[in-house]
């Protein structure tokens, strides 16, 4: 589980911001910071008051506070291409590579898996495959 707090959302986080300025530049690196800062106060759940641009430094039990946030920063983050980006990757497949890993990190904390459980998250592994499949094209 540590592996998949420290080291992948890690990495997922720092290349959709990569990914995102490739794209639009700046702007939409700081609007995400922004929504970060803005999501209200609520019990047990860290705020990223300055954004997340110290991520080096956060712990695993803030990156699953991240986890938590991270789709609903990025749904409706940008609608078009509007640098005409070669290999432009859409906010809707952006949005959901974040669903898929939160369904996949949820069912991996199991104790005990049901089919329907094992094939779930067989779905999230191929669907996060095929994200990656797209990021290399940017890489």
């Not at 506070?65 to 940008?78: A, T």
């Not at 078009?80 to 904390?109: C, F, G, H, P, R």
Request: hydrophobic share 40%; net charge neutral.
């Amino acid at each position: 589980m540590h592996h998949l707090d420290l080291g992948l959302f890690h990495y997922q986080i720092e290349y959709t911001r990569q990914l995102i300025k490739d794209q639009h530049g700046n702007s939409f690196v700081n609007e995400i910071d922004h929504r970060l800062a803005t999501i209200p106060r609520f019990s047990g759940l860290k705020i990223f008051s300055n954004g997340i641009q110290s991520i080096a430094r956060l712990t695993a039990s803030e990156y699953r506070d991240l986890m938590k946030d991270m789709l609903f920063v990025v749904d409706n983050l940008y609608n078009q291409n509007t640098n005409n980006t070669k290999d432009y990757v859409e906010n809707k497949y952006l949005a959901s590579l974040y669903q898929n890993w939160n369904e996949m990190y949820i069912i991996s904390k199991y104790e005990k898996f049901t089919e329907s459980d094992l094939i779930k998250f067989q779905v999230c592994i191929i669907y996060i495959i095929i994200f990656i499949l797209l990021y290399k094209k940017k890489s």
